[in-house]
């Protein structure tokens, strides 16, 4: 049975006279604030925000596409209802967008943070970021993240002067590391934001202590882990990796939909009218060991199940081989240069130095990153039409 939870009367009479009365808590990030590289100032923003421009610019990012087949979960699979990183997204955005409103938080720049959020992510989940992490070590002795790397995608590869509020929440977002409290971090501007991005690079500590420097930011963090947190159970059941039965949870409830009420309701609760995003104690511990219960009984299972590290992850590598050395010794008939290189720098971004310049590692890690699932695939095979790696999808009717 569906368990739902409501916002106390308190905080409801209180909510109810501040609509009253017009005096709404001042948390927002303000538009005007917004810093963007090039520009003090959007020449429409009258009538189109400075972050709903964002949003914008995010959406029609040649790579915004690519969310459509990118796993969020489960792997090869040929099933529609199995969630991917373009449902995800929205769903994020959804999520946010409803905590953002009771908190009275700027919805604009919510929208970008989340529809951004994953941009970067590789294909085949977090297997396939652990893959390119490992080759980026390997080659380069710098780490590879999703969450880095979406902002490197709307600020390097395709130049967007996206704001550094929404960029700054793309960095910060990392649903791997939860929070019982979220307090956002200043950050003074472009200087210091470029320096904490370099050392995401390098030092793998630091990467998992960044916080987003706006509320807003803050509430995207959490709305993606409300966001997977149930669906994630969901299309295990779907998949038949789990039973439904090992999920019922006493405070949140087994069900997504009991979950996300679960959640939104408590961080309204615990975080109106305050400077930060808080979950009470109990909801915090419980988020805390639904994420265990999932990596148990659901990511771990998925990725053997999926038997990714015995033929993904060698085709990777191949992969990434075959591309260096093509860039290496200029071999312009390779899908590095017409699929990716010619790609990007056909694409109408102003730029201040072409993008072939870049380091060849870099530009084979990007070119990877911004794969789908099948297209990693079909490029394996026509790297290495006579490999004896393969995989196998699990259809509909299996």
């Known amino acids: 049975m569906s368990k739902q939870s409501a916002l106390s009367e308190q905080l409801i009479q209180q909510m109810e006279a501040d609509k009253q009365s017009g005096n709404f808590p001042q948390l927002a990030f303000p538009n005007e604030a917004a810093i963007r590289r090039r520009g003090k100032s959007d020449p429409d923003m009258i009538w189109r925000p400075v972050f709903a421009r964002d949003t914008d610019k995010i959406v029609y990012t040649p790579y915004y596409n690519r ?60 297997s396939g970021e652990k893959y390119l992490d490992a080759l980026s070590f390997e080659h380069t002795g710098r780490h590879f993240y999703h969450n880095i790397h979406s902002v490197r995608v709307l600020d390097k ?9 929404t960029l700054d929440g793309i960095a910060g977002h990392n649903g791997e590391f939860e929070c019982e409290e979220y307090h956002p971090v200043r950050l003074s501007g472009f200087d210091e934001f470029e320096q904490m991005i370099e050392r995401c690079y390098t030092d793998a500590a630091f990467t998992q202590t960044i916080m987003p420097s706006t509320l807003e930011g803050c509430v995207v963090r959490l709305s993606d882990i409300i966001a997977y947190l149930g669906k994630d159970r969901q299309d295990a ?9 090992l999920f019922d949870d006493k405070v949140m409830g087994g069900v997504n939909a009991d979950i996300i009420n679960a959640l939104v309701v408590n961080v309204v609760e615990n975080s109106y009218g305050k400077p930060y995003i808080k979950l009470d104690t109990e909801h915090f511990k419980m988020v805390k060991e639904a994420k265990s219960a999932n990596y148990s009984l659901i990511y771990n299972n998925a990725a053997a199940a999926s038997k990714l ?19 290496k010794s200029g071999n312009t008939a390779s899908p ?18 072409p993008y072939q310049s870049t380091d060849p590692n870099q530009i084979v890690i990007d070119y990877i990153a911004s794969m789908t699932d099948d297209y990693l695939i079909e490029l394996h095979k026509y790297l290495f039409p006579d490999s004896d790696l393969t995989v196998q999808y699990k259809g509909y009717f299996k």
């Open 157 to 165: 590869i395709f130049p967007q002067n996206i704001s550094l509020q």
């Open 336 to 353: 590095v240069f017409t699929h990716h290189i010619h790609y990007v720098e056909n694409s109408n971004y102003r730029r201040e130095v």
């Open 237 to 245: 059941v779907l998949t038949k990796t789990v039973d439904a039965d």
């Open 309 to 327: 590290g015995t033929t993904v992850q060698p085709m990777m590598a191949e992969i990434y081989g075959q591309l260096l050395d093509d860039l």
């Open 67 to 126: 969310y459509t087949d990118k796993t969020q979960v489960f792997s090869l699979y040929k099933n529609d209802d199995i969630t991917r990183r373009s449902l995800h997204v929205q769903l994020v955005s959804r999520i946010s967008r409803t905590i953002g409103a009771a908190l009275h938080l700027n919805l604009d720049l919510i929208e970008a943070i989340a529809l951004g959020h994953d941009i970067g992510h590789p294909p085949f989940a977090h």
